[in-house]
T-cell receptor, first 117, second 112 residues
């Protein structure tokens, strides 16, 4: 299957600072990537859809000024959590859309554990 | 409102047992994907089903898409400890895999 990487895998930051998370599609080009957030023992919650060369589309209730998304190339999308607070601590996962010919699939990165102290 | 309900939510079984996980919705999906996620990792795509009534097998795992493309099931034969994890179904209503609707998840634990 297609491979998606995320960096860093874990990050601890102080309240008020910003953190950038990178998501890369390693062996395919992805015009569309997605950012999810997952709370303990829960399913995935879509935060935003990242489109190469255009503005991201945010889900209802997600602050676009707090969660900055940039999709500057066909293989890289970044999520920056600005002025992080402890309540932003979570598991953030990206995925990239892959065309399987007759249909599309999403492949996920390994996730980034963010802890804000 | 959760569009995709999975059952059971939790399942603890012994090695060698069989099990079935269900993924149900009132909505029609163009395709449906099953993922397995282990703690601290991202979900790993297991299979994509696209045709109503389709059955796909992946070693001891059998996936079925309902005739009306509203539901799906995952059957595991002779479960092994390595099958332990969170199983997620995800439906694609648009055919573009945008804004996948994720199921509520089934946490499976297989013990020796």
């Amino acid at each position: 299957g297609a491979v998606v990487s995320q960096h860093p895998s874990r990050v601890i930051c102080k309240s008020g600072t910003s953190v950038k998370i990178e998501c890369r599609s390693l062996d395919f080009q992805a015009t569309t990537m997605f950012w999810y957030r997952q709370f303990p023992k829960q399913s995935l919650m879509l935060m935003a859809t990242s489109n190469e060369g255009s503005k991201a589309t945010y889900e209802q209730g997600v602050e676009k000024d707090k969660f900055l998304i940039n999709h500057a190339s066909l293989t890289l999308s970044t999520l920056t959590v600005t002025s992080a607070h402890p309540e932003d601590s979570s598991f953030y996962i990206c995925s990239a859309r892959f065309s399987g010919g007759l249909y599309y699939e999403q492949y996920f990165g390994p996730g980034t554990r963010l802890t804000v102290t | 409102t959760q569009l995709l309900e999975q059952s059971p939510q939790f399942l603890s079984i012994q090695e060698g047992e069989n099990l079935t996980v269900y993924c149900n919705s009132s909505s029609v999906f163009s395709s449906l994907q099953w993922y397995r996620q282990e703690p601290g990792e991202g979900p790993v795509l297991l299979v994509t089903v696209v045709t109503g009534g389709e059955v796909k097998k992946l070693k001891r795992l059998t996936f079925q898409f309902g005739d009306a493309r509203k539901d799906s099931s995952l059957h595991i034969t002779a479960a092994q400890p390595g099958d332990t994890g969170l199983y997620l179904c995800a439906g694609d209503r648009t055919g573009t895999a945008s804004k996948l609707t994720f199921g509520t998840g089934t946490r499976l634990q297989v013990t020796l």
